[in-house]
């Protein structure tokens, strides 16, 4: 989340001040208590009447003594839906606001109720100093199981009128049913209407609920947002940001992802502004001609979850333009800026129609739009139809905006349109498998980028700043599996991290090289098109890619993905055979610390294994399994074998370790002929041998060395990570005499020295180095 973010969460409130008052300090002095004869008495007689009451009252309390109980118990959980969680003894129930128990004590909504249609519309008021929303939505559901309570999501609004209706599955029209109780859970974030009667299977149901709500500067849920003219104006517009849960701060739906439904938004506006939402606006018609205010109504939505609902009320202008397939495409700008916009318009129209071919289903709503908001937590949000962005992932001025901003416009906007597909189309079904939505879109975005413009060389990039960046932060025991199970929605947003995106788009490219490109595609256009418009688990997707391949992808890819960390696979040429055998990589281990996520596995890994190997013929590639169980051994012919390299083409999310003899072997090939590799597999041999010297599992000499033939290197990729690997070590040496002589030593890359007085000095200073940097 961005620096700017307010949080209110942590301001000191009443609680704290209660707190402090009724709990006096532990350290406070015991004071002795005197008392006189005559109240020492009274205490006494006090005590045994008090000891004779509860006596009386036990013994009226006997079983069949009790009065009949009414028939219904508002506070009761009703037991025709799902079982409850019972608390546990001492373990705090979730509480309404009247302080009763809430009738419902789980996380996860009943499947009882299940939403088909929302009609929503929001009314907001920019006008007064205390900013406002009211609105209405309509909720028409269908009863699964028989149920005395309908629960929903509700979050800051305060609910002003309910009304249900219900129409019995034999039809017939709509008649009223009395609400008898409404309750609210401000910990669960729900709402409950207890019905005056049962609710039978497949009766279908009309929720109407009126309410208001603060538009306030929160960054989540329906929001205030404003910018600043040119001559200094403060322009006022609300916009949204749902995921993971914010739909419920704008209205009370069901806020789950597979409870996915229609939505018809309408929205109410000032005549100088204009709304925008998911789908084309339809009409627009007076709403208050005294104070100028116009209503928008929009088309009907797909099915969709509520995460992915999103409108907007804003002055903005547009550019547009359209796709091949006939989708119209709009980039919205505060007016002053709009000339920033094309360069995202036209690559977003470009990514469209890249997608549209690469997934085999054409983007499915009529239009696109894409926002710049002011203030905006995120980087972007792939809300379908209406995505929005920060305005610096999206706008882009070529006279002052580096060559840089210009790719990381291009690789945002490739991401979100990725996820129009792959968790819009097909949505996870929970959010612990939101890896496979972040990490897919993460992975695809290289593939729609490097289609607006190759010269990105965008591949390569993935190397640096996806592979390597997920390995850096999973090599510690504080890192986390990608599949984790999430209990409570308050743990989702922990789950937006390096892990779930950059590991999640290795392990998605890994397996793709191992499937082949082609089966893998075809793989992912039939996932697309089973679970279109509906939700899918990861488990989903390895079946259908199993059929597209001889092996069982569930069996291979548990291995990474509900485990957390990476092997180093070690390579040992004995003979005319080469063992390869697999540990788990941590940097440091702390035995004293307790894995939090204990593994399943036993860290091993079923590895897609991609080495090459150079004979005096030519070099050479094979793909093979390494398996948990075993090692594997294949034969290669000593003499004839110059080097070998594992990981080839850097794929694999795992390092490589080596015997020195063959260490040393690549160092020459880089010296004699470093483009003989890749430039992905120039930087994967630094960072490797680099980790490996930090994990203390080779000599620090072995990994400066490395960096000798960086002299005639151009290309950025390997210099980036050789670059990273001698700051690290600087860092540690700056207080230390050595450190004199490293800044020599990495200076001494300067094109004006020559490589002779470089080589020269380069064995003495690197022995220095590492003698002191291993201290």
């Known amino acids: ?94 509480l309404a606001t009247d302080g009763e128990v809430f009738p419902w004590q789980q996380i996860r909504l009943p499947r009882s ?28 559901a269908v009863v699964m199981k028989k149920t005395e309570m309908i629960i929903f999501h509700v979050k800051d609004l305060t609910i002003t009128n309910v009304t249900v209706q219900i129409q019995h599955k034999d039809g017939g029209l709509l008649r009223k049913c009395d609400v008898k109780m409404q309750l609210k859970c401000e910990k669960l974030q729900m709402y409950v209407l207890m019905m005056a009667e049962t609710l039978m299977e497949e009766t279908e149901v ?51 992802p597979d409870m996915k439904a229609k939505f018809t938004m309408s929205l109410v506006r000032d005549q100088n502004k204009i709304s925008l939402s998911n789908m084309p606006r339809l009409t627009s018609t007076p709403y208050d001609k005294s104070m100028g205010l116009i209503v928008d109504k929009f088309q009907q939505s797909v099915a969709m979850s509520t995460y992915l609902v999103a409108f907007i009320v804003c002055d ?45 289903i054409n983007y499915p709503l009529p239009k696109q739009d894409l926002v710049a908001i002011p203030d905006f937590a995120a980087g972007a949000m792939e809300n379908w139809g209406l995505i929005t962005y920060r305005l610096t992932t999206i706008l882009y001025d070529p006279e002052v905006s580096s060559a840089r901003d210009r790719q990381y416009v291009a690789i945002v906007i490739a991401h979100e349109l990725a996820h129009q597909w792959f968790g819009n189309l097909v949505t996870l079904k929970w959010w612990n498998d939101l890896w496979l939505n972040e990490g897919f879109a993460s992975f695809v975005e290289y593939l729609g980028a490097n289609e607006t413009d190759p010269s990105f060389s965008m591949m390569d990039q993935f190397v640096l700043s996806d592979l390597m960046r997920a390995m850096s932060r999973d090599c510690v025991q504080s890192s986390h599996p990608i599949t984790v199970d999430v209990k409570d929605p308050a743990e989702i947003d922990e789950l937006f991290d390096a892990i779930s995106y950059s590991k999640g788009a290795s392990l998605i490219r890994m397996l793709s090289d191992f499937m082949g490109k082609e089966k893998f595609q075809d793989g992912i256009r039939k996932y697309l098109n089973t679970y279109k418009y ?6 989903d997707l390895w079946d259908i890619l199993t059929d597209f391949t001889q092996i069982n992808v569930s069996t291979t890819m548990d291995t990474w993905t509900k485990q957390m960390g990476y092997p180093v696979i070690t390579m040992n040429h004995t003979g005319e055979f080469v063992q390869v055998t697999q540990e788990r990589f941590l940097l440091s281990s702390d035995v004293k ?31 093979l399994t390494i398996h948990p169980d075993s090692g594997v051994k294949f034969p290669a012919d000593h003499d004839q074998v110059k080097w070998l390299k594992g990981n080839y083409g850097m794929y694999g999310y795992y390092r490589v370790n080596y015997e020195e003899r063959n260490w040393r072997a690549l160092i020459k090939q880089l010296n004699e002929n470093h483009t003989v590799f890749s430039a992905a597999d120039r930087a994967g041999l630094i960072d490797d041998v680099c980790n490996l010297a930090r994990a203390k599992k080779v000599p620090q000499t072995l990994a400066l060395d490395m960096t000798k033939y960086l002299l005639n290197e151009q290309d950025y990729l390997p210099w980036s ?40 000095g380069h064995r003495a200073t690197a022995g220095q180095i590492s003698a002191s940097s291993s201290d």
């Open 316 to 360: 903005y202008d547009r550019v547009n333009g359209t796709t091949e397939q006939g989708t119209k495409v709009s980039v919205y700008a505060p007016p002053h800026q709009i000339n920033q916009a094309n360069f995202a318009l036209d690559t977003a129209i470009k990514v469209l129609n890249f997608y549209n071919k690469l997934f085999g």
């Open 206 to 256: 009309t929720v109407t609920l009126n309410f208001d709500g603060m538009l306030v500067k929160k960054l989540s849920g329906f929001y205030l947002s404003s910018y600043k003219t040119p001559e200094g104006e403060v322009k006022y517009l609300g916009t949204t940001q749902f995921e993971s849960t914010g739909a419920r701060e704008a209205f009370p739906c069901f806020d789950e």
């Open 534 to 539: 509906g939700n899918a688990r990861t488990e």
């Open 721 to 760: 990570v050789a670059l990273d690997c001698l700051n690290y070590i600087g860092e540690r040496l700056r207080s230390k005499a050595v450190y004199d002589k490293l800044q020599k030593y990495t200076v001494s890359f300067d094109e004006t020295c020559t490589g002779k007085t470089w080589l020269a």
């Open 113 to 140: 109720v299940i939403p088909l249609e929302y009609d929503v519309m929001i009314h907001p008021d920019f006008l007064t100093e205390r900013k406002t929303f009211k609105g209405s939505v309509r909720i028409k």
């Open 593 to 623: 610390t307790k894995e939090k996520y204990p593994s399943p596995f036993n860290y091993k890994w079923n590895i897609p294994f991609r080495y090459a190997v150079a004979k005096t013929s030519g070099i050479s590639n094979q793909l």
């Open 1 to 94: 989340m961005s620096d700017d973010v307010e949080d209110v969460s942590f301001l000191p409130g009443d609680s704290l001040h209660r707190k402090a008052v009724y709990e006096p300090s532990v350290k406070q002095k015991c004071r002795q208590l005197v008392l006189g004869k005559g109240r020492a008495t009274a205490i006494v007689v006090c005590i045994a009447i008090f000891i004779l009451v509860i006596t009386l009252i036990a013994a009226f309390a006997r079983p069949g003594s009790q009065p009949p109980q009414p028939c219904f118990q508002p506070h009761a959980a009703p037991t025709t839906d799902q079982p409850q969680v019972s608390p546990k003894p001492n373990e705090t129930k979730y």
